[in-house]
């Protein structure tokens, strides 16, 4: 039986266990977000992450800066927020302007705190497999999986889409349930040619549309974790009006992958006190 994954209930049943967890909580979880300017996409994410953390009961604090703020400013504040004992998770709202230097703004985020998974020291904690901040998109993806019941163990997984955020992060967390990957980009060719052989594919390019039903076999299961918006309305990088009569198991968009990111951001600032607040 063909069945959409409900991505929005999956992240409200979550946040819902994340509620009754903070309830015994002695001092309440906060998270503080970096943005810097006015970036309307920005924005939008900004206030679901807020009304989220509302929902469950963190103390959300935004930090806006205008564009064009110093760089060190932005690190000093950061740097402020780190040695906050009453600050659990700090994230930087991305994309930042492009004058900005990236990575050394998110890598001023004291690793304990970096509840987006995206210091240099939790990425390679990962690669290695040790107990470290996942990212939340491929967190979640993978938490989907594992409510659905999909089983990677020799699976060929396809990911299309190698950015720092999902695709790469990706790579790491799939390999580890045993399954075999291949990654697609924009330099592959004949990827048609790669998706038909996918037996779990996964979309993260933000190309509209890119994945049609010709593209992959009876059955799949199909993860489509990109946002594009096409004539004012939001859609993924997967025909789904098409591929869903083909594959077993398959996330719309909206109401897919972008609740459980929200859902493991969650996760991620409750795992962060947890672990302050065990190791004292």
Do not use: W
Request: glycine share 6%; hydrophobic share 40%; proline share 4%.
């Amino acid at each position: 039986m063909k069945q959409i994954i409900d991505g929005e209930a999956l992240s409200l049943k979550i946040q819902e266990e994340i509620k009754k967890d903070i309830k015994s909580c002695m001092i309440r979880p906060s998270v503080a977000v970096i943005q810097v300017g006015d970036n309307p996409a920005s924005n939008s994410y900004i206030k679901r992450k807020e009304v989220a953390c509302n929902n469950v009961g963190v103390y959300f604090r935004l930090y806006k800066f205008d564009e064009g703020t110093p760089e060190l400013t932005i690190i000093n504040k950061i740097k402020e927020l780190n040695n906050d004992e009453y600050v659990n998770g700090i994230l930087v709202q991305l994309p930042l302007p492009e004058q900005y230097n990236e990575k050394r703004i998110v890598n001023s985020i004291i690793n304990s705190k970096d509840v987006d998974g995206l210091t240099d020291i939790n990425v390679g904690r990962m690669i290695n497999g040790k107990k470290t901040l996942i990212p939340c998109t491929p967190q979640g993806i993978m938490r989907m999986l594992e409510e659905y019941e999909v089983d990677l163990t020799g699976k060929h997984v396809v990911i299309v889409g190698r950015g720092k955020l999902v695709g790469r992060p990706l790579i790491t967390l799939v390999l580890s349930k045993d399954a075999t990957v291949t990654v697609c980009h924009s330099k592959t060719n004949n990827l048609a040619e790669m998706t038909r052989q996918a037996d779990v594919l996964i979309c993260a390019c933000g190309v509209p549309k890119l994945i049609t039903a010709d593209m992959v076999k009876e059955d799949v299961v199909v993860i489509d974790a990109g946002t594009n918006r096409v004539d004012g309305k939001l859609c993924g990088d997967v025909d789904f009006a098409e591929v869903s009569k083909k594959a077993s198991l398959i996330t719309p968009v909206p109401k897919g992958v972008g609740p459980m990111t929200v859902a493991m951001l969650l996760q991620n600032i409750i795992t962060c006190y947890n672990n302050k607040n065990t190791t004292k």
